[in-house]
């Protein structure tokens, strides 16, 4: 099995680590942490600790900032040069509370013909590809159906695709019926206007906007309440348990790795998904700043990560 994963926006987190945070007053750092990353990027980062092989479709800003990180982790990649710098994205981590707070930049504004040059780059490696991952944001002056453009490539190469975004980006390329979307609360609630709820009625209710869109499953990730994950036939539902919270902003991409990772295995059930899925982004958790979950964590993880099936449709 083969990965490949697209990131339009890559960027670099800088998260800064304080006891808590009080507006207005000045701060103390205990700790100041740099990673090249993206949901791609990461992704590509997690499935590689989990011993799977990945291709890395990147946007290359002129500053050597993607060129630099794949090599030095010696990953796979095809970069696609472009002006500019990457963006920085500052993420205020409260080690009290495990609060993060991130003031994330657009990035560099970019146009259509780049876009067609990402699209160009997917296709050209779909012909070895078994599951395409494709989330985060865009650069300014992408189009809106991004996504469903790259998923559409995905579809005549009969590749399945996971689509990890929100808005307009995953309004249109739920057109293209990805296999799973992974929405967290945030995001669901500002791409459909429904607050997400451990619930029959808004399982039901995310069950068919699925439908409608022929896609096999639908995660969200509810922060500390824990995840679920809704399919056609039933809804399933990961409860919180306890996590030694170092970093925070690298678990949701490290569960759609393990989302990726159960479904090029061939795993179909829900629980089956939901409790990889989960025990990664646990995993991911438990290591400070944007660091992805690797197998060791994942297999610590995995027989403390509960899922029950809450409905059946």
Known sequence: MHFTTVTA???IDRTIQVDSVNLGHSHRIQK??????????????????LGMPVKSVCLSHSDGEAANFFKQKDMDAELIPVPGNVRINIKLFETSTGCMTEFNEK?????????????????????????????????????????????????????????????????NGM??????????????YATFGVHPSVTQEFCASYRQILMEHNIAYGAVSLGEKGALLVTPEAAWYSEPVSVDVKGVQGAGDSMVSGFAYAIA?????????????????????????????????????????????????
């Open 175 to 188: 057109e293209a019926s990805p296999v799973l979307i992974k929405p967290n609360e945030e995001e669901y």
């Open 32 to 49: 100041t942490i740099c990673d090249f990353s993206g949901k791609g990027i990461n992704v590509s980062l997690a499935l590689t600790q």
């Open 107 to 171: 990035g560099t504004p970019l146009d259509c013909e780049t876009a067609l040059d990402v699209i160009r780059a997917v296709k050209n490696v779909l012909p070895t590809t078994s599951v395409l991952i494709l989330g985060g944001s865009v650069p300014p002056g992408f189009p809106d159906d991004f996504y469903y453009e790259l998923g559409k490539s995905a579809q005549e190469y009969d590749v399945p695709f996971i689509l990890d975004a929100s808005g307009p980006l995953l309004l």
């Open 9 to 11: 926006n890559p960027c």
């Open 265 to 313: 295995e061939q795993h179909t059930q829900g629980d089956q998904l939901l409790k990889m899925a989960v025990s990664c982004a646990h995993a991911s958790l438990e290591l400070p700043g944007t660091q992805m979950c690797t197998m060791a964590g994942v297999e610590k993880r995995f027989p403390l990560t509960p899922v029950k099936r809450l409905c059946t449709f």
